[in-house]
């Protein structure tokens, strides 16, 4: 939708909770910045669901179709998360990348987190999520011979439920190119250019098992790029050892959400971790944090997972260089650590925050 001043179009979408709040100030600082951009804020969540009787609106969704960049906050309740289900699983937005980095100055916990800078590669579309859950009687009749690893049939587990993890070899091997892709993306940045498969195929024989034997295949037909693999356990005991050991994390879904907080709060905390989902046609950018409810409404939220968001989505709409001015403002702020926010041992409101990121923009 670029203008023929170069003017790029965004949709920004608030969601719930400090998702209103963090997404209102990177739009307001991404105004102020003077970055040629159009921001549109249409009508979405629960005042969409009063207004116009759904959440995600047509004219909302004819805009996010039509925009250069799509930029969402946080989902909560029923109404936000059908935002997100239009925006990721209906858009088959199958990659999400969350890049982990620590910024000097930043709060992680551990003792010596310099030089963290590695990706978690969540596959978005099969795993576990998005749910497939029944009754275990019903699975028992569709699949009276299937047994577990010691021999029970499920209709020896009495009254329960089931969850179906899928893993196929289309969704595998896509993420798996992705992955390859941005390895290679990364390498060209001075990253060693590596690919640690998470999986726990010891126990998941033939599922994991299968995503690892798939995913390793593709990596190694892409010369120069190096395949290890991890089971998920020795994964996050790794991520808080050697975290400078890693480049990009394939994970499936359930994997990647969890080990992207671990990841994100090792390297500074979620309020910093960043975020974006990739489909074919499709991309939108959110932090990897939630509504986070305990402190809405107070103007504390850190925003920088989302204006670090924002510089992902300027960088995918052809804005490299704002990109990069961007995310070295906010570095320089940590760096200069006088206005940060609460969750980083500071006192800087929402606000404060991106007034010195946009200082610090010159
Ligand atoms: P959800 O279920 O939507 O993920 P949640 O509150 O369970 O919401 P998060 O929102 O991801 O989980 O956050 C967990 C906690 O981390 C929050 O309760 C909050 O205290 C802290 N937190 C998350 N994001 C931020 C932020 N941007 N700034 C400051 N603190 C944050």
Redesign the pocket.
């Known amino acids: 939708m670029g203008d023929a001043a170069g003017v790029k179009t965004v949709v920004a979408l608030g969601g719930e909770g400090?998702g209103v709040e963090?997404v209102d100030a990177t739009c307001e600082l991404l105004a102020a910045a003077g970055f040629p951009l159009r921001i549109l804020t249409p009508p979405h969540g629960e005042a969409a669901q009063r207004s116009h009787g759904s959440p995600v609106p047509d004219e909302t969704k004819r805009l996010c179709g039509a925009a250069d960049g799509i930029l969402f906050g946080?989902?909560?309740g029923p109404a936000s998360v059908a935002v997100i289900t239009y925006l990721r699983w209906q858009q088959d937005a199958y990659a999400n990348v969350r890049p982990i980095k620590y910024y000097e100055g930043a709060r992680s916990p551990l003792a010596d987190p310099r030089g963290i800078d590695f990706v978690v590669l969540r596959e978005n579309m099969e795993g576990l999520y998005p749910a497939r859950e029944g009754d275990l009687a019903e699975l028992a009749r569709a699949l009276p011979e299937l047994r577990d690893h010691i021999g029970r049939r499920m209709g020896e587990y009495g009254e329960g439920r089931f969850a179906v993890k899928v893993v196929s070899r289309h969704g595998t091997e896509r993420i798996a190119r992705f992955a390859c892709e941005l390895a290679l993306k990364r390498r060209d940045r001075g990253r060693p250019g590596k690919i640690t498969c998470v999986t726990k195929s010891n126990v998941l024989v033939r599922s994991d098992g299968f995503f690892q034997e798939v995913v390793e295949g593709v990596v190694r037909q892409y010369a120069g790029l190096a395949f290890e693999h991890f089971y998920v356990d020795d994964a996050s005991r790794r991520f808080v050892r050697f975290p400078q050991a890693m480049d990009v994390v394939l994970c499936m879904n359930l994997y990647g959400d969890i080990l992207s907080d671990l990841a994100a709060e090792a390297a500074g905390g979620?309020?910093i971790a960043p975020s974006g989902c990739f489909g074919d046609r499709w991309a939108y950018f959110e932090?990897v944090?939630?509504?986070?409810?305990?402190?809405a409404g107070q103007a504390i939220?850190?925003p920088t997972?989302t204006i670090l968001s924002a510089a992902m989505m300027l960088e995918h709409m052809g804005l490299a260089a704002e990109a990069e001015r961007l995310e070295a403002a906010v570095a320089r702020v940590y760096r200069d650590g006088r206005r940060l926010?609460r969750?980083q041992g500071g006192t800087a409101t929402t606000g404060e925050f991106c007034k010195a990121v946009l200082e610090a923009l010159g």
């Open positions: 400090i963090v946080a989902a909560g979620l309020g932090s944090h939630g509504s986070a409810p305990d402190i939220a850190n997972a926010t969750d």
